[in-house]
């Protein structure tokens, strides 16, 4: 079975503020949390490209940590909403996505692990002697 890095069905918190998406999930291998940014009407779409901050780099969108990197984040910001087809001439798109971010650093840090996924390892069947009526259940396990 195909693992995906990013999986927008499985998240901690969903929030749309107009034409942007942010989703609190996990990403990677290790299902380390994240924050990912959607054009929100695109969600969906082929085209649509995230912009991913995952915990380790959270530190460089933080406005009050003297070694933040603002240009790098504006270069990042133009780089999404290019990618997606969005207004790169307007400043005013990139403080946005920055505003939606940092109002969401603190969620980042507050996601918990990720939930395990169930497999099931068997099934169960019980037949009722009254009716003969068969009851099916599934056994499963968390890993």
């Known amino acids: 079975m195909a693992e995906h890095v990013l999986d927008?069905?499985?998240y901690h918190f969903v929030h749309t503020r107009g034409d942007?998406?942010?989703?609190?999930?996990w990403y990677g291998?290790?299902?380390?949390?994240?924050?990912?940014?959607?054009?929100?009407?695109?969600?969906?779409?082929?085209r649509c490209r995230p912009l991913i901050?995952?915990?380790?780099?959270?530190?460089?969108?933080?406005?009050?940590?003297?070694?933040?990197m603002?240009?790098?984040?504006?270069?990042?910001?133009?780089?999404?909403?290019d990618m997606n087809n969005m207004d790169t001439g307007n400043v005013f798109a990139a403080m946005k996505i920055v505003t939606l971010i940092h109002d969401h650093l603190g969620d980042l840090i507050a996601?918990?692990?990720?939930?395990?996924?169930?497999?099931?390892?068997?099934?169960?069947f019980r037949t009722d002697h009254d009716t003969g009526k068969t009851h099916h259940s599934?056994?499963?396990e968390r890993v």
Not at 29 to 46: F, G, K, M, N, W
Not at 59 to 68: A, I, M, R, T, V
């Open 20 to 25: 942007l998406t942010i989703y609190g999930t």
């Open 29 to 46: 291998v290790e299902h380390q949390p994240c924050l990912v940014v959607v054009p929100t009407y695109r969600i969906s779409a082929d």
């Open 53 to 68: 901050i995952d915990i380790d780099d959270a530190w460089q969108w933080n406005p009050e940590d003297p070694q933040s």
């Open 8 to 10: 927008l069905t499985q």
């Open 70 to 81: 603002p240009q790098l984040n504006r270069v990042m910001c133009m780089a999404f909403l």
């Open 138 to 140: 599934e056994v499963i």
């Open 111 to 124: 996601i918990p692990p990720k939930p395990t996924i169930g497999v099931v390892v068997a099934d169960a």
